[in-house]
């Protein structure tokens, strides 16, 4: 019997008509994370002011997952402080999507990963200037 993956009604929303896609001009932080065993790549691109996340953008190449996490995490992001997005775990992404396949948790991974990075090199910029 073939095994079926199991989506969320939220995964394949987000899938279908995924959120914040693209890339921001001059972002203010920008995170890329891959994995190498899927070969998922996610980039996310952030513009803060005052400390806070105005604006969020990703690019994916990857698997349905990779692309549904991405569009969750930015839409979690918006709006938040720095330290509150950075406080957005791999969980939470998969909680919000109405959970993922277990084959396909490594994609909400990467998803927080590259925010996380996103706001890592901002502060190192600020940090230079």
Avoid: W
Wanted: glycine share 8%.
């Amino acid at each position: 019997m073939a095994e079926q993956v199991g989506y969320s009604q939220k995964v394949m929303e987000h899938f279908m008509n995924p959120h914040n896609v693209g890339a921001i001009e001059n972002p203010d932080g920008y995170g890329k994370v891959g994995n190498p065993v899927c070969g998922d790549i996610m980039e996310i691109f952030i513009k803060v002011k005052d400390d806070v996340i105005e604006d969020v953008r990703f690019r994916t190449f990857g698997c349905g997952s990779a692309i549904a996490t991405s569009s969750m995490v930015t839409d979690m992001a918006r709006g938040k402080t720095l330290e509150e997005a950075m406080a957005i775990t791999r969980d939470d992404v998969a909680t919000e999507l109405d959970g993922l396949p277990p084959k396909k948790m490594h994609c909400s991974n990467l998803a927080a990963d590259a925010l996380h990075a996103a706001i890592e090199d901002y502060r190192g910029k600020q940090k230079k200037e």
